[in-house]
Structures are given as C-alpha cells and as structure tokens.
C-alpha cells in the first residue's frame, strides 16, 4: 500500500506536537503556505487551508478592519466574492463594504473568536456601511460595526436600512455562497418584507450574535476534493416555525444549566484535523 507524503508528514507533526493547541500552530505562521496550490481542507470548523490569498487591506469598494489580527486571507474564490460584494454595495449607495474575519494564513483553528473560519470560504460583514476615505491601522482596530437589532433581540431597530436588505440578499443570490447567518429579528424582517421573490431567503440563517454583522459561507470550490461541505438548508425561505422559536422564552431566557457544569471540550490538535494540514503547516 503507497503512504501519502502528506499523512507520513503528518504522523511526524503529530508525534512532535500531539499536546499543543492546533490553534497555537495555525495562529502562529504570519503568511500563507504559497507553495501550494490553493486548497480548503476538512470543514469549516475543522480543517485548514494551502495556497491562501490576501484580501487587500483597502480596494476599491472595501476596506478589512482589524488587521492586528492578520484574518484578512482566504480562499481566491473568497476574495472574489468580497470584490464583487463590495460592487454590489457601490451600485446600492454605499462607498462599499467594512470587512471582517476572513481566515488566517493558513486557515485552521483560530487563536480566539471563531470556531469556523477554517477553511479560508467564511467571511464577516460588517452592517456598517463602508467609508469613502481610507481609515488608519489605528481606526480599523478602534471603530466599531453597528448594531442593527433592539436591546430585546425582538426586531431591528433605526439603524436597519432597505439597502442592508439589499445587500445581505445580493450575496445570498452570489452562485458561490452556500448560507449566510444572521441574528433572528433580521431574518424575520427579512421574511416580512422579501415580497415575491423569496429563493434566495433559504439561504439566510439565524444563528446567536450577528446583529453587527453577517456571516457569508461559501460552497466548497469545484474540484476541491478534500473540502467538507455543511449539509444544505432545508427546503424553503426559513420563514416558518423553525424561526418563531428563536423569539420563544426557550431562545430568549434560557434557564441556567444543571451543575455541576460540563468540562469544556479540549481544543482541537493537529491529530484532529485532516492529514494535509500538517502539510499545510509546514510548507514554505
């Protein structure tokens, strides 16, 4: 039987590194593993990514916020995608876009923050439309996104525009997004006003926290055989029972768990995430 380089490389990383955090590995290399070709490996919250590509700090029609944090990389097909989402919110009014966490260089877990964001196909935006000059390296780490939801998580507030709508449902319409998460009260704002034209709603998710913010997930690329897709929404716009509970008392004001609480799960090693990562990591 022939043994891969990349599972023999990856017995070798493990065996040197089995105890430490996989997010003190990923989140230690400064730049991508270039010379790769661009791969996602595993899942979005299990894996790791070759041959990433940096999202320019500033472009025509977005500018990434918090690049302390060096997460402005991600899959070529991800950097796409925000170019042509930063279009979209030029031709809807905006200067363009303020974006978030993509991945870090080589994708895996990261130091703090996120569970997903792995596999260089997540990607934040921010609700707050963009600007028409170009912020500092300090602004970007101090200025925040806005809020758009009321202090009661039952609807949005002032700050929700129709172009917000506008844009959340151009990237659900993109070809290459696979779902978008949302807080609740969006969503059902969304559903009430979406009108005729409701496919593309299927795609939007609620999901806790995202009210400065949206979360896009891309489907993996084609040909990416190593990639992990999530399971797809379930048929439909969203706009049934499964959202009304999100505003029951059971989502609202969950009762305190039973004690003693749970031991939170240990973090995720390399021996956790598919073989080709400890090529990933290793590679120049």
Do not use: Y
């Amino acid at each position: 039987m022939r043994i891969s380089a990349a599972l023999i490389l990856a017995v070798l990383c493990v065996g040197g590194a089995a105890a430490e955090p996989a997010k003190t590995l990923f989140g230690g290399k400064p730049g991508p593993a270039a010379s790769l070709a661009p791969a996602p490996f595993g899942s979005h919250a299990r894996g790791c990514l070759a041959g990433a590509a940096k999202l320019p700090e500033t472009g025509p029609s977005w500018q990434a916020m918090r690049l302390e944090r060096n997460r402005n990389w991600g899959h070529p097909d991800l950097v796409a995608f925000v170019e042509r989402l930063g279009a979209a919110a030029q031709q809807l009014g905006w200067e363009g876009i303020f974006v978030g966490d993509l991945s870090q260089p080589r994708g895996g877990p990261m130091t703090s923050g996120h569970s997903s964001h792995q596999i260089g196909l997540d990607a934040d935006i921010w609700l707050r439309p963009g600007m028409a000059r170009e912020l500092s390296f300090r602004e970007r780490s101090e200025i925040s996104s806005f809020i758009v939801t009321t202090p009661d998580h039952r609807s949005v507030n002032e700050r929700w525009t129709t172009e917000h709508m506008a844009l959340i449902q151009a990237a659900a319409e993109d070809g290459a997004v696979a779902r978008i998460f949302v807080h609740a009260a969006i969503k059902e704002r969304m559903c009430r006003h979406a009108g005729e034209n409701r496919a593309w709603l299927g795609k939007v998710r609620p999901w806790w926290g995202h009210n400065a913010h949206f979360h896009v997930r891309l489907a993996c690329p084609a040909g990416a055989a190593a990639c992990e897709d999530q399971a797809p929404p379930p048929p439909g716009d969203g706009c049934d029972e499964t959202l009304a509970w999100w505003f029951s008392d059971e989502a609202l004001n969950p009762k305190p768990g039973p004690a003693p609480k749970p031991k939170p799960k240990p973090p995720l090693t390399l021996a956790d995430l598919p073989a080709e990562c400890a090529t990933v990591l290793e590679a120049e």
